[in-house]
């Protein structure tokens, strides 16, 4: 079955600090997709962003950026020059069901507290 | 607004009780999902539909809850019998079929029983 950890529970950082968050993930599968999703105060998830495992090339989005590496099955995100806004719980998350799309597992979360 | 929608937001129940909440996802998305959040934790699947079809409901948990989708669009998830364990976020997704397009997530219903 598959699992994801995030071991970071919470994290507190200064206004304009990076954050890097870890994910490690466990399958059988040969064929997965990775999630990251952020969920404010308000409580609605929202989407971030998603890797394939065929894709291992770490990327930049503006802030945000992250490092996938199957090795290891982690898949780390960070957040570069934090804001205040950037407060929230952040999931990682896992989908092997190709057929079933967003059929997801997620971590525990890890909870992101910028103070300015 | 053409996000998915949850109604109602908030529900408080006396144990014992049968609750019934609704998802109305975004209008084109066929998929439609249900997960359970409880404080601290991270989503569980529990449930999803492809159209009218529920395609996995293995993951229900127990034979208290059950999911309808019946004409493709909304969807309601029923609680019968509600027990103080079943406190919880209920969340609902939406995606296209495709495994590629992410979900959307509503904002759930905050289950409290009492």
């Known amino acids: 079955a598959q699992k994801v950890t995030q071991a970071q529970t919470e994290i507190s950082v200064v206004e304009k600090e990076d954050v890097t968050l870890d994910c490690v993930y466990e399958?059988?599968?040969?064929?997965?997709?990775l999630f990251w999703y952020k969920q404010p105060p308000s409580g609605e998830l929202v989407f971030l962003i998603r890797?394939?495992?065929?894709?291992?090339q770490n990327e930049i989005s503006g802030r945000y950026s992250w490092n996938f590496q199957k090795s290891t099955s982690s898949f780390n995100f960070t957040i570069t020059a934090s804001q205040v806004v950037d407060s929230a719980v952040y999931f990682c998350?896992?989908?092997?069901?190709?057929?079933?799309?967003?059929?997801?597992?997620f971590g525990g979360g890890t909870r992101v507290l910028v103070k300015p | 607004d053409t996000g998915v929608s949850q109604d109602p937001r908030h529900k408080i129940t006396k144990r014992g009780q049968n609750v019934t909440f609704r998802c109305d996802p975004i209008?084109?998305?066929?998929?439609l999902y249900w997960y359970r959040q409880t404080l601290g934790q991270g989503p569980e699947f529990l449930t999803y539909?492809?159209?009218?079809?529920?395609?996995?409901k293995s993951r229900l948990l127990s034979d208290r809850f059950s999911a309808e989708r019946p004409k493709g669009s909304f969807s309601t998830l029923e609680i019968q019998r509600t027990e103080q364990g079943d406190s919880a976020m209920y969340l609902c997704?939406?995606?296209?079929?495709?495994?590629?397009?992410?979900?959307?997530f509503g904002q759930g219903t905050r289950l409290t029983v009492v």
């Open positions: 890797r394939n495992s065929f894709d291992e």
């Open positions: 399958t059988r599968d040969t064929t997965y997709y």
């Open positions: 539909f492809q159209n009218e079809a529920q395609l996995e």
């Open positions: 997704a939406s995606s296209l079929d495709l495994g590629r397009n992410e979900a959307f």
């Open positions: 209008s084109e998305h066929n998929r």
């Open positions: 998350a896992l989908s092997e069901d190709r057929a079933a799309g967003n059929k997801l597992t």
